[in-house]
């Protein structure tokens, strides 16, 4: 899938620079991994040239939630498949949640998952830790240790940490070591139901899960979080109300950070009138008001990233009554897709700044440098064609498993392919 290229030619594209907010249309030349040089007339004999014309070149994107499963259900996906999917949806480096089987909640899983992440050799893994051992939310997990193996961040996924004081605790450790906690919003009690309460819910017949159960939670974890001074990021907000507190914590000063996702800000509950399994998914599809609100808060800021919460699951654990399904949907290859359109297309933002909300504000939430094509930096990057219309298609994604909600919906915008930090080329000009 990767061909190393020593030198390399990108031609005739334009550089969306997301820190500068601007486009550039100049050639860049990538030499043994490092962009050397970056102008409107450079050449360069003997170099690989790729015509970029009509394209766009961005930094890799960064998504700081995805499942890859590994260990425990690797019928579903793998530190592999799952890389590879994310290179083919423009990320090269993935935040990889720890609710797996067993969970990464010890030194020794976080080590076992970076070197998945190095022997694939595709998009780079961060691994995210349990905030509680198993997750189950009683006792902290070995924060310390995991964070000298490489986590960037801590997190129940999956759960809400329901006691106080365990999320305090939690808290004031991820200060001890500048690391910030990734909150599943999902109050205890009210996180029973399928579907979002409201009308929708009530026609079908599923059982509701308010949209109070995600503000709620949200709200005590901005309240602690202010407590402590840690920083705070929200994973998957899903609802106007959890919008308007992170406006409101931003306002009065709280660290705290938030994601949404693509499958949040281009469809609603109406989704579900199938029963269609692959639209199940926590938090749950909301109302259309709910939407306008998470595409208000990522045009304004109140939501700095986009994430995909890509989250595979196999065939025949989808196959089931609404009720049983496990819930989730992949997102890695359609995300940048559905963001453009819903973003930029739309006319909510411009591209540098939807850009940056897959790069620099990303990246800013896990303490890495911001992504930049400058020269003399590490060539990270990827090569966009903003006029491709493509449909999705089930049977062509490159992830392990196939429940998208968005088979056979057309798509405009695509990741071409890209090149990783060495000079490892994929996609155009490398297959
Ligand atoms: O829908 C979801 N699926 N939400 C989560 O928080 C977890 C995820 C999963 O692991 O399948
Ligand atoms: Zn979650």
């Known amino acids: 899938m990767l061909m190393k290229i020593r030198r390399l030619l990108l031609k005739g594209g334009t550089v969306v620079d997301p820190a500068a907010g601007r486009n550039r ?41 995805c499942h890859l499963r590994e260990p425990g259900a690797e019928d579903a996906e793998t530190v592999a498949s799952g890389t590879r999917a994310a290179l083919a949806g423009g990320f090269t480096r993935v935040c990889a949640m720890p609710n797996t089987d067993p969970p990464v909640d010890s030194e020794a899983m976080v080590r076992f998952l970076v070197g998945r992440g190095e022997s694939a050799g595709l998009a780079r893994v961060h691994p995210v830790g349990c905030c509680t051992r198993a997750r189950q939310g009683r006792e902290l997990a070995e924060i310390g240790g995991m964070v000298a193996a490489g986590a960037v961040a801590f997190s129940d996924d999956g759960n809400w940490v329901a006691d106080a004081r365990v999320m305090r605790s939690c808290l004031e450790y991820c200060k001890a070591f500048d690391k910030p906690v990734f909150a599943h919003c999902e109050m205890t009690g009210l996180d029973t139901g399928v579907a979002h309460e409201g009308p929708v819910s009530t026609r079908l017949g599923l059982a509701g899960k308010p949209d109070a159960g995600e503000a709620a939670a949200a709200a005590r974890d901005i309240l ?19 919008v308007e507190l992170v406006r409101w914590a931003k306002g009065r000063g709280t660290a705290v950070t938030a994601e949404a996702c693509p499958h949040h800000f281009t469809l609603t509950d109406e989704a579900l009138a199938g029963y269609d399994t692959n639209f199940k998914v926590n938090p749950p599809l909301r109302g259309e008001a709910d939407r306008r609100a998470v595409l208000a808060g990522l045009a304004d800021g109140t939501i700095d990233a986009i994430a995909t919460d890509h989250a595979p699951h196999t065939r025949g654990a989808k196959e089931v009554e609404f009720d049983n399904a496990p819930a989730g949907m992949v997102g890695l290859e359609t995300a940048f897709s559905l963001g453009y359109e819903a973003l930029v297309l739309s006319g909510l933002m411009r591209l540098p700044q939807f850009i940056a909300r897959l790069t620099a504000a990303p990246a800013e939430v896990i303490g890495l440098p911001v992504p930049r094509i400058a020269v003399g930096a590490e060539a990270e990057l990827v ?38 930090p060495g000079g490892r080329m994929w996609g155009v000009g490398a297959d």
Not at 28 to 54: I, K, M, P, Q, Y
């Open 224 to 242: 602690l979080a202010h407590l402590t001074g840690t920083r705070l990021h929200l994973c998957h907000v899903s609802c106007a109300a959890t």
């Open 25 to 65: 249309r100049v050639n860049v030349l990538v030499e043994n991994g490092r962009v050397t040089g970056l102008a409107r007339n450079l050449s360069a004999r003997g170099a690989e040239v790729v015509d970029c014309r009509g394209r766009y070149i961005a930094p890799g994107f960064v998504d700081l939630h």
């Open 383 to 420: 090569v966009l064609d903003l006029r491709e219309k493509w449909t999705c298609d089930r049977d062509k994604l490159v992830s392990r498993s196939r429940n998208t909600p968005f088979a056979g919906r057309t798509l405009v915008g695509r990741v071409q392919g890209g090149i990783l």
